[in-house]
T-cell receptor, first 115, second 112 residues
Framework: EAGVTQFPSHSVIEKGQTVTLRCDPI?????LYWYRRVMGKEIKFLLHFVKESKQDESGMPNNRFLAERTGGTYSTLKVQPAELEDSGVYFC?????????????FGEGSWLTVV | GQNIDQPTEMTATEGAIVQINCTYQTSGFNGLFWYQQHAGEAPTFLSYNVLDGLEEKGRFSSFLSRSKGYSYLLLKELQMKDSASYLCAVSSTTDSWGKLQFGSGTQVVVTP
């Protein structure tokens, strides 16, 4: 069974440009999460989807970040316009449902470098 | 909020044992995860503890003391492939499931 897959694995863009990251959760997982790790810091929560609905977006840094999950399958995270401080690794994760104890599976991350 | 502390780096010899400690402060504890992450790869689930005590899975064991806000991950019979970053993450009842608070990770270096 395929795990959580993310695309692209690496992206280098100029400040002011737009980047869209994609995440395909494990098939059948209703819950999808975005996390981010910036240089020298710990992994931090961005937001949580249950199917196509945003359950919690308290970690989104500002309105330059837009996450969508149309149809409740894959999700995209768009950064527009990108700033230097947006550089980091963006992880996607998924779980079967929202019950406590459900294993949360992570993807390999999308490395974003803004120059 | 939560505050999660774990050592930055630990070095051990192949075949030895290493214990990675994690202390946390949280309002409404709802479980602690350990993940293993090799460079450039996905964090891989190792364990989840929500009750006090020791859980063993092969060479890896995880311990939790809720009263002390303390957990450790024990790696036995170390192998070179165990060189990786080990992440401690806490879930809180004040947050939705899946909203984890991570420590900065402990880089374990296994030497021959």
């Amino acid at each position: 069974e395929a795990g959580v897959t993310q695309f692209p694995s690496h992206s280098v863009i100029e400040k002011g440009q737009t980047v869209t990251l994609r995440c395909d959760p494990i098939s059948g997982h209703d819950n999808l999460y975005w996390y981010r790790r910036v240089m020298g810091k710990e992994i931090k929560f961005l937001l949580h989807f249950v199917k196509e609905s945003k359950q919690d977006e308290s970690g989104m840094p500002n309105n330059r970040f837009l996450a969508e999950r149309t149809g409740g399958t894959y999700s995209t995270l768009k950064v527009q316009p990108a700033e230097l401080e947006d550089s980091g690794v963006y992880f996607c994760a998924s779980s079967l449902d929202s019950s406590s104890g459900n294993t949360i599976y992570f993807g390999e991350g999308s490395w974003l470098t803004v120059v | 909020g939560q505050n999660i502390d774990q050592p930055t780096e630990m070095t051990a010899t192949e075949g030895a044992i290493v214990q990675i400690n994690c202390t946390y402060q949280t309002s409404g504890f709802n479980g602690l995860f350990w993940y293993q992450q090799h460079a450039g790869e996905a964090p891989t689930f190792l364990s989840y503890n929500v009750l006090d005590g020791l859980e063993e899975k092969g060479r890896f064991s995880s311990f939790l003391s809720r009263s002390k806000g303390y957990s450790y991950l024990l790696l036995k019979e170390l192998q070179m492939k165990d060189s990786a970053s080990y992440l401690c993450a806490v879930s809180s009842t004040t947050d939705s499931w899946g909203k984890l608070q991570f420590g900065s990770g402990t880089q374990v270096v296994v030497t021959p």
